[in-house]
């Protein structure tokens, strides 16, 4: 299913979900709002999966180090000195010396732009370059040549 069913039926409003969830609504009126709602937390990585591109309403960037507010990072990251907020384009993590242990962050995790999610874009190698969206090779302020 690629689209949003809403049905009437008199008696009850129900929203079908492209997933093939239903879900019932006091009204239409609340039904549209449920479709909306649905539309605009829908993926936009090209993937569809979150993998090549986020964050994109689907695919917010969160603390990958919590899940549902619980800390659930490895004991070798409890100690990590920098804080999720921070920049972490490859020259704050110079600059700001920003270490996983005795090691550069970039050394052990991906540094990605934080506007398209890509490696290769002059943004994640410096956050005053401006985001090209492109992972192409050779851009011009890319760390990667």
């Not at 039926?9 to 909306?36: C, I, K, N, W, Y």
């Amino acid at each position: 299913m690629n689209g949003h069913i809403i049905r009437n039926t008199g008696s009850a409003v129900t929203v079908e979900m492209p997933s093939g969830e239903r879900v019932d609504a006091p009204s239409v009126v609340a039904a549209l709002d449920m479709v909306e709602q649905s539309r605009s937390m829908q993926c936009t990585c090209p993937s569809g999966d979150g993998s090549l591109r986020w964050p994109c309403p689907a695919h917010q960037v969160r603390d990958p180090r919590t899940v549902a507010g619980v800390d659930v990072s490895f004991p070798t990251e409890k100690h990590m000195s920098f804080a999720p907020e921070q920049c972490e384009c490859h020259r704050c993590i110079e600059e700001k010396g920003l270490k996983v242990g005795p090691l550069p962050l970039s050394s052990v995790k991906m540094i990605l732009c934080p506007t398209c999610g890509n490696k290769r874009c002059p943004k994640a190698n410096d956050h005053r370059n401006e985001c090209s969206g492109s992972n192409e090779p050779g851009q011009p302020g890319s760390a990667y040549k």
